[in-house]
């Protein structure tokens, strides 16, 4: 009778061992420790984990299993990685589809060029620009390396040049320009025939009263415009003169000079000869301003041409003096000479 109870405990042990409710087991959906389990909290598949390395999710997996020699991508959310074709596809979890184009970088022209569609590596986006496709980085709209803006009216009202937004490549960390919205809103029309002055650091231009005003970004309070200076200091015994309404302040030759804001030089003085002596988004207008605020002659000084242009030119090329009634603007990273009216292409004379 011993013997028959000690077999019957050694056979109930073994049950509970096999019992598939047990806590231990490796092959229980409930087990805390289960490398197969959707609920594990270690689990590298685990596309509700917080500590989850990749984002496949089989909801829209066609049956196959990746066996082709391409990495698994880093799908950007919504999207997920799904295995279709015995490959990754990043597709919408909704539609299985691959996502919609993101075209916050297209420039608005229709693909003309014999080029079809790009496959964009995982932190590009396909853009389409001049009429072609291009692959951009989505922070600057530029290929990567490339700056999305020099100045600040390389940027729409609402927004300002970051020196500092973007890198040179994926796992680079330096530094590369691009537009960032700008907390300060603009009240009016611009109704002056100037260009966007580039304010100093920490500041931007805004429209205040039919022209430009400079601000800080982060009060909105205005400040000084300094687009004048000439990067000296006044150290002269000259006290700070108040300029008139239609002039600014200039910090010039180590002292103070009340200037035309067109020029950057006393009225009657011109501000420039040819386009070169202006920036990109300006050419030479021989009829920029006059030689004082109440008089109607002509002065030279840079005007804005108002024609889209790239922030930098990337050809070992001088920028084009294009004749009257046309200036340069640099498209695919070289210079253009286009109809001031129409912004239409012409031949440089």
């Given at each position: 009778?011993?013997?028959?109870?000690?077999?019957?405990?050694?056979?109930?042990?073994?049950?509970?061992?096999?019992?598939?409710?047990?806590?231990?087991?490796?092959?229980?959906?409930?087990?805390?420790?289960?490398?197969?389990?959707?609920?594990?909290?270690?689990?590298?598949?685990?596309?509700?984990?917080?500590?989850?390395?990749?984002?496949?999710?089989?909801?829209?997996?066609?049956?196959?299993?990746?066996?082709?020699?391409?990495?698994?991508?880093?799908?950007?959310?919504?999207?997920?990685?799904?295995?279709?074709?015995?490959?990754?596809?990043?597709?919408?979890?909704?539609?299985?589809?691959?996502?919609?184009?993101?075209?916050?970088?297209?420039?608005?022209?229709?693909?003309?060029?014999?080029?079809?569609?790009?496959?964009?590596?995982?932190?590009?986006?396909?853009?389409?620009?001049?009429?072609?496709?291009?692959?951009?980085?989505?922070?600057?709209?530029?290929?990567?390396?490339?700056?999305?803006?020099?100045?600040?009216?390389?940027?729409?009202?609402?927004?300002?040049?970051?020196?500092?937004?973007?890198?040179?490549?994926?796992?680079?960390?330096?530094?590369?320009?691009?537009?960032?919205?700008?907390?300060?809103?603009?009240?009016?029309?611009?109704?002056?025939?100037?260009?966007?002055?580039?304010?100093?650091?920490?500041?931007?231009?805004?429209?205040?009263?039919?022209?430009?005003?400079?601000?800080?970004?982060?009060?909105?309070?205005?400040?000084?415009?300094?687009?004048?200076?000439?990067?000296?200091?006044?150290?002269?015994?000259?006290?700070?003169?108040?300029?008139?309404?239609?002039?600014?302040?200039?910090?010039?030759?180590?002292?103070?000079?009340?200037?035309?804001?067109?020029?950057?030089?006393?009225?009657?003085?011109?501000?420039?000869?040819?386009?070169?002596?202006?920036?990109?988004?300006?050419?030479?207008?021989?009829?920029?301003?006059?030689?004082?605020?109440?008089?109607?002659?002509?002065?030279?000084?840079?005007?804005?041409?108002?024609?889209?242009?790239?922030?930098?030119?990337?050809?070992?090329?001088?920028?084009?003096?294009c004749g009257e009634g046309a200036a340069a603007v640099i498209v695919d990273g070289c210079y253009q000479c286009v109809d001031l009216q129409t912004c239409a292409p012409v031949n440089a004379l």
């Amino acid at each position: 009778m011993k013997i028959f109870v000690a077999i019957l405990a050694t056979l109930t042990l073994w049950l509970a061992g096999c019992d598939d409710n047990t806590v231990g087991s490796s092959n229980n959906v409930n087990n805390t420790n289960n490398s197969n389990n959707t609920n594990n909290s270690s689990n590298v598949n685990n596309v509700n984990n917080s500590s989850n390395t990749t984002n496949h999710n089989p909801v829209c997996d066609d049956g196959s299993l990746p066996t082709c020699l391409l990495e698994e991508p880093s799908c950007f959310a919504p999207n997920i990685i799904a295995w279709i074709g015995g490959c990754y596809s990043c597709v919408d979890p909704e539609t299985c589809q691959p996502p919609i184009r993101d075209t916050i970088c297209d420039d608005g022209t229709d693909v003309l060029c014999e080029s079809n569609k790009p496959e964009c590596d995982l932190d590009e986006i396909p853009a389409i620009q001049n009429e072609c496709w291009i692959c951009v980085n989505p922070a600057t709209c530029m290929p990567w390396g490339q700056p999305g803006c020099v100045l600040d009216g390389d940027c729409a009202l609402t927004e300002y040049c970051d020196m500092c937004v973007t890198s040179s490549c994926p796992e680079c960390d330096d530094c590369v320009a691009a537009c960032l919205d700008q907390p300060c809103a603009t009240w009016s029309a611009l109704t002056c025939n100037r260009a966007r002055p580039d304010c100093a650091a920490g500041a931007t231009a805004i429209v205040s009263d039919g022209c430009w005003s400079c601000v800080d970004l982060s009060t909105c309070e205005p400040v000084r415009d300094s687009t004048c200076d000439d990067g000296t200091t006044p150290s002269c015994e000259m006290v700070e003169p108040v300029c008139a309404e239609d002039e600014i302040l200039a910090w010039q030759n180590q002292c103070y000079a009340c200037v035309n804001a067109i020029t950057c030089e006393p009225w009657g003085t011109p501000g420039c000869e040819t386009d070169m002596e202006c920036n990109h988004l300006e050419y030479c207008d021989f009829c920029a301003t006059s030689s004082g605020s109440l008089l109607a002659d002509c002065v030279a000084g840079c005007a804005p041409h108002g024609c889209e242009t790239e922030p930098l030119a990337l050809c070992n090329t001088l920028r084009p003096d294009c004749g009257e009634g046309a200036a340069a603007v640099i498209v695919d990273g070289c210079y253009q000479c286009v109809d001031l009216q129409t912004c239409a292409p012409v031949n440089a004379l």
